[in-house]
């Protein structure tokens, strides 16, 4: 189930990122308010915090799940790595991209 929750966060982060790149490369002068910037720039970061905040909390709950697992399924080649799955580095990993794309866009906005 939080699978679901984790795939249903990606097309919504992503269509809003390329609707930032879109303003980014074809907002012309109207990218020269400072108004504009700034709602540009608040709905990069706060959409962005409720996405990694969403994606965390999932693998998060995930990684718990595995914890959990009934002995016959752990004992399965599936239960197994899914056991070993690295859900630390995931949850690093989620948050320095999401972070990474947007200091691009800041950068891209701001300069």
């Known amino acids: 189930m939080r699978g679901r929750d984790i795939n249903a966060i990606v097309l919504p982060f992503v269509l809003s990122h390329t609707g930032i790149i879109a303003v980014l490369v074809f907002g012309g002068d109207g990218l020269e ?3 504009v910037k700034l709602a540009v720039a608040t709905w ?3 959409g962005s915090l409720w996405s990694a905040i969403w994606f965390d909390g999932g693998i998060e709950d995930i990684a718990a799940g595995a914890k959990d697992m ?5 004992e399965t080649h599936m239960g197994k790595a899914f ?3 690295p859900f630390t580095f995931f949850r690093i990993f989620n948050v320095t991209v999401i972070t990474l794309i947007v200091a691009a866009e800041l950068v891209a906005l701001y300069n």
Not at 70 to 74: L, R, Y
Request: no cysteine.
């Open 70 to 74: 009934d002995p016959q399924i752990a």
């Open 33 to 35: 308010s400072s108004g």
């Open 83 to 85: 056991a070993k799955a």
């Open 44 to 46: 990069a970061v706060l």
